[in-house]
Each structure stands twice: as C-alpha cells, then as structure tokens.
C-alpha cells in the first residue's frame, strides 16, 4: 500500500510539474486519458479473469501426496498461490477505485465554476494530474499482475518437475 501511495503521489508531482513547465500546453494529453484508462481496465479485467483460473489451476495441479509427505510444504504452496488470489482480486478492486477516481477528477475538472476563479488554471491542472497519476498507477498494478502471473508459472514449473 506505501509503495501504491508513493507511486501515485510521485506521478502527480510529475503530472503537475508538466503542465506547469509547460502553462498548461499539456492539458490535451490529460483530457483524453479517460477513454485509454477504461480500455486499459477491461483489458485488465480480463486478464484477471485468466490469471485467477490459472492460478485456481496451478492450485489443483499440486500432488496431493505431498500433503501426506510434507505437511510444511503443502501448506507453504498452497498458502502462497492463495495469497496470489487475493492478490489478484485486490488488484482489481484498486483499478476499479483508480478508474472512477480518474472519472470524477475529470468531470469536476470540467465544472465551469473552476473557470472563474482567479487560481483556476491551478486547479484545473490538480483535476488533470490526478488523472495522470491514476493511469500511471494502474500501469503499475499491470505490471505487478504480470510478475504474479511469471510467479504461478514458475511455480507451475516446478510442480509439474516434482509431481505425483
């Protein structure tokens, strides 16, 4: 979760301080993130989908021997892949917070109030950089997927080398 935080304030930062380098010249680049986030998020749920079955797979493929042979060990593996489950069920739910936070910071940054404060353009560039770090973000809960699924392909591995 720090590392969550850390990733999403850093990219804000760097979100704000592009339109701020740049006096808001890089606003476009930030109104079209919405539609690329909810692509990125059906494809994400559906590789979720995949890799939680796989998982589930990986789970039924350990040899059921070795709960009688080590007890230790079965419990170890079977505890690990469980983890890497609720794993994958977190980091759904985070894309879906990420995608309706990206959402309302989007539709509040297109309120006409703002407009007509004399800070607006500062307050439209906080609504757009929240945007930007919400898709940072959840390009990095795609690439802790991944290195979960090169995990339970590993282990996979190495059931297969020392099954029943």
Known sequence: MLRLLFVFLTSFSLSYL???????????????????????????????????????????????????????LYSLVVGSLTDLKR????????????????FFAGAVGEMDFLYRLSFSSYLIWGMQSVRGACFLSVIVVVCVQLAGFVTANSLRAEVSMYGE
């Open 18 to 72: 592009l339109l701020w380098g740049t006096g808001g010249e890089a606003s476009p680049v930030f109104g079209s993130i919405n539609s690329v986030l909810f692509v990125l998020g059906a494809m994400f749920g559906a590789l979720s989908l995949a890799f939680f079955n796989y998982v589930e797979g990986v789970m039924k493929d350990v040899p059921k021997k070795l709960k009688v042979q080590n007890f230790e």
């Open 87 to 102: 794993e994958v069920i977190s980091n759904v739910l985070l894309v879906v917070v990420l995608l309706l936070v990206a």
